[in-house]
């Protein structure tokens, strides 16, 4: 007998998965054969005692976790473990800072972010999309005040997560301003000014100069006096915002001058007045070294005496000035002049239309009034009537004159205008006739006349004429006043039968009725060469007359007797009305003739007189006589007397100013003073007068001079001679303004240099023009010309941006290799900037936010004291991305060989490729 052994226990065991992450769960798997007994125990509690099976455990915590099983049976026991490992699941982090967190407008800050496990990030601002990396920085810049948030989101295991960072801008403080002046500028010693300043928004300011303490106050006036002879600068440094801001002013001071002490005065003649008013400026001066009048239509007049009838004045206080340099001065003197609106004047009229001239008369009456405040017509047959205008129609007016009035109250009233209405008897005896005439006939101005008229047989009558109201009484007379020069005509027209009966009488005004002889100036010595006696006489008739010469000479023992020495006479006796002028000249050289003449126009007199060979050293006294035979007959003489000549004396000439400045074009007015007969300029032509005007040339550089140098030349007034005066000099600097005087685009390209550069001698665009100016973003190149001023020296010019959207930034800063007033500089930029490790991709294209569209550019310059000018006006470039396209074209062909025979082309394609410009 045979005995078999018992079948051998088995068994098997898996578990799946082998990894999980935390909460894991696993499922396990087992079974067994020829088993007498199973024991399956694991974690979590989990036991089992079937022979085979299949399940799932949950809730594993992280860590290793081992399964065992157990088979008893022949061979056994046979013992089976598996392990599944749980692990803790990847969290996702994140976090985004901004530096600084404040600041102030316009802002620049940098962003940072960052993440752990992220599956995608996007960072966003207050507008726009920035970036959609998981980490990186991102520039700020021009930022604008208030709050800006800005905030990440990312997504990722046990996400999503959000993070925020704020910056507070705050508002850019306002700049600095300041002003500083001196008033006057130009003084004699001891120099007396009054110094005025102002500021805005300063945070310190100190005011310093001499004979000054010093002030602190942000605005002020401070008078200074005793200034010594030199010139003297004040300055003031305003602290703030864009600062420091430095002003300064120059007070000239020239020596005191000698002499009598300045005085002046002035006159407007009416005060008032209404629009557009009109009055007149009348001013003079005493002992002044210059003079300067200014005010409404004056033009800075710089006559030391005159009058100015100003005209068309506007509503308002117009002032008129003088101001008088010399010893002791300046001295200036005000006159004002007032106008104002008036109200408007109450105006009438009043007119009477005869229809039927004989009795029953027919009449109309036609009134009108402007301004009028109330209005009374009256007369007969009319009822008082009060409208301020209207027409009445008079019927059966009696034979006779009748009158009627019209009075009208208001602004200049009242006013009374009347209107007579004459009216014949039923029929008439005879033609109409009409007279009139004038007593007297002709006379002087203001003109008065007579005017008396008489008619017959009218059945209406008219008298007109200047200076008359119309008169309609068939006879009378009226007195007629203040008539102007010339020939006034009036008028008689009487209606009726073989009528109208037209006559007319004449008035002539003439100017004057005397004969006079004046000399300009009186009893002054006779010129030796140079100067100029003037002899006016007036006659209202040229009728037959003469003019004497006489002579006498103070000879020592001697009594002086009086010569004629020549005489002419009239050649033709000119009667009528006439005006005549009798002039006698001195030579301005000395000769031994001159020409005296008498009359112009019709009724000339001529003659020539021929001095002695040898003048006397004692006085010779001269006469001129004039002698008229009309019937307003009169004469008239002058003395003048010849000395012998003196020494000359010394003069001295004084020039203001003696230092100025002024910008390239402008005008320096330079006066001398203190010499007697004329100016010698260099530089200036010919220009002999005391007053010049020196045009800086327009192409000056700044900071160069201009000497101008001027002298009186020896010479003589009347009897008096004088020696040649002292050279003075004035100096002319130029000074330019503190301006950028143009900014312009250059088209601008670059070629690439580096040889192992596969695009070697390449060149590609950065600005040109089509049209417009166009750049390429985010490519240096670009290029800009500058061109500035400022006095002294140009420091630095600044080069500024706005990107659309923006706000304005510094693109450029750039000093000159030497100092100059007026500078010429190129900029070489790059217009935004490219992105980290991609220089082909613009920093804002990969942002999402490219900064393409109309850029604006403007520039400013900074002087040597730091003080920057204005910017100058903006100007536009359209700035594009550096991108071309490319359009190719392809198709697929058959394979060559048997193999073609299976296969045919496809249709040809074209491809658009964008490709960035190196």
Request: proline share 9%; hydrophobic share 40%.
């Amino acid at each position: 007998m045979t005995i078999n052994a018992p079948p051998s226990v088995a068994a098997t065991l898996s578990i799946s998965p082998q990894s999980t992450n935390a909460p894991g769960s696993a499922t396990v798997t087992w079974s067994s054969e020829h088993a007498t007994a199973v024991a399956l125990s694991g974690p979590n509690g989990f036991q089992s005692a079937l022979p085979q099976g299949s399940q799932t455990v949950t809730n594993l915590a992280a860590g290793t976790h081992s399964f065992t099983l157990t088979a008893q049976g022949y061979g056994g026991p046979i013992t089976k473990s598996v392990t599944v490992t749980v692990v803790e699941p990847a969290q996702l982090t994140a976090w985004l800072t901004v530096d600084p967190t404040t600041a102030t407008e316009p802002a620049a800050a940098r962003l940072t972010w960052g993440s752990t496990n992220a599956t995608s990030v996007l960072v966003t601002g207050p507008a726009s999309q920035l970036s959609t990396a998981t980490s990186g920085d991102h520039a700020l810049t021009a930022l604008a005040a208030g709050t800006h948030t800005f905030n990440l989101r990312a997504e990722g295991p046990g996400g999503p997560l959000t993070r925020s960072a704020t910056i507070v801008v705050q508002p850019r403080p306002a700049s600095v301003t300041a002003t500083l002046a001196a008033s006057p500028v130009f003084l004699a010693a001891p120099g007396n000014t009054t110094l005025t300043w102002s500021s805005a928004n300063a945070s310190a300011v100190a005011v310093t100069g001499p004979n000054f303490a010093g002030s602190t106050s942000p605005n002020g006036t401070q008078a200074i006096t005793a200034l010594p002879v030199g010139d003297h600068t004040f300055t003031l440094v305003a602290q703030g915002q864009d600062g420091p801001v430095t002003r300064s002013t120059l007070v000239h001071v020239a020596p005191a001058p000698s002499g009598p002490p300045v005085s002046a005065s002035i006159e407007a003649n009416p005060s008032t007045g209404t629009p557009p008013g009109t009055t007149t400026v009348t001013w003079t001066s005493l002992n002044a070294t210059s003079v300067i009048v200014t005010g409404a239509g004056l033009a800075d007049t710089t006559e030391p005496n005159g009058s100015r009838v100003v005209k068309d004045l506007p509503e308002g206080l117009h002032h008129f000035t003088i101001t008088a340099q010399g010893v002791g001065g300046p001295v200036s003197r005000t006159a004002d002049f007032y106008v104002s609106k008036p109200l408007p004047y109450v105006t009438a009229a009043l007119a009477a239309e005869v229809s039927v001239a004989t009795a029953p008369g027919v009449a109309a009456l036609t009134w009108s009034t402007e301004n009028a405040t109330s209005v009374v017509v009256s007369g007969p047959g009319l009822d008082p009537r009060g409208e301020p205008t209207g027409t009445q129609t008079l019927n059966g007016l009696a034979a006779g004159s009748h009158t009627y009035t019209l009075t009208a109250q208001g602004f200049g009233g009242p006013v009374t205008r009347t209107a007579t209405v004459v009216i014949g008897e039923g029929s008439t005896t005879g033609p109409v006739t009409a007279t009139i005439s004038t007593n007297p006939d002709a006379g002087g101005a203001p003109g008065t006349t007579t005017v008396t008229w008489a008619s017959a047989n009218a059945t209406r009558v008219s008298v007109t004429g200047p200076g008359l109201p119309e008169k309609n009484s068939p006879s009378g007379s009226h007195t007629v006043s203040g008539l102007d020069y010339g020939s006034h005509v009036y008028t008689i027209t009487a209606q009726g039968e073989g009528g109208p009966a037209v006559a007319r009488a004449n008035f002539s005004v003439i100017s004057g009725l005397s004969r006079t002889l004046t000399v300009v100036p009186e009893n002054t010595p006779v010129p030796w060469g140079g100067d100029t006696v003037t002899f006016t006489g007036y006659s209202s008739r040229a009728g037959p007359g003469f003019l004497n010469l006489w002579r006498r000479v103070f000879e020592r023992r001697l009594v002086p007797t009086w010569t004629i020495v020549d005489s002419t006479e009239d050649q033709e006796a000119i009667w009528g009305w006439k005006d005549v002028m009798t002039t006698v000249e001195l030579p301005r050289v000395f000769v031994t003739t001159f020409t005296f003449t008498m009359g112009v126009g019709p009724g000339q007199r001529w003659g020539t007189w021929n001095a002695p060979d040898n003048f006397s050293s004692e006085p010779v006294e001269y006469m001129v006589e004039t002698w008229g035979q009309d019937i307003y007959g009169g004469h008239g003489v002058a003395l003048f007397k010849q000395d012998p000549a003196p020494p000359p004396q010394a003069q001295n000439v004084v020039l203001t100013p003696t230092f100025a400045t002024a910008a390239p074009g402008a005008t320096v007015i330079l006066t001398a003073a203190g010499g007697h007969t004329s100016y010698h300029w260099t530089g200036l032509n010919a220009d002999t007068s005391n007053q010049v005007r020196f045009v800086v040339p327009a192409n000056a550089v700044g900071g160069s001079t201009y000497p101008v140098s001027v002298y009186s030349p020896a010479g003589r007034l009347w009897s008096t001679y004088w020696a040649q005066s002292n050279t003075v000099t004035a100096t002319i600097q130029v000074v330019v303004p503190r301006q950028v005087t143009s900014l312009t685009p250059l088209a601008s390209s670059i070629t690439v240099s580096d040889p192992s550069s596969p695009l070697h001698g390449r060149t590609y665009p950065r600005m040109w023009q089509d049209g417009n100016w166009t750049a390429y973003l985010g490519r240096p190149g670009v290029k800009f010309a500058v061109k500035a001023n400022a006095s002294p020296s140009v420091a630095a010019i600044e080069l500024q941006a706005k990107p659309p959207g923006g706000e304005w930034t510094r693109l450029a800063l750039q000093s000159p290799a030497t100092a100059a007033a007026t500078v010429d500089l190129t900029f070489d930029v790059m217009l935004g900037e490219t992105a980290p490790g991609q220089p082909l991709v613009p920093l804002s294209f990969q942002q999402g936010a490219p900064l393409t569209g109309p850029w604006a550019f403007r520039a400013r310059v900074q002087d040597a004291a730091q003080v920057w000018s204005d910017p100058c006006p903006e100007i536009s470039v359209n700035v594009i991305l550096p991108v071309v396209t490319k359009t190719l074209s392809g198709q697929t062909v058959p394979p060559a060989g048997e193999l073609g025979q299976w296969f045919t082309a496809s249709p040809l394609k074209e491809f658009t490729i964008p490709l960035w410009i190196p």
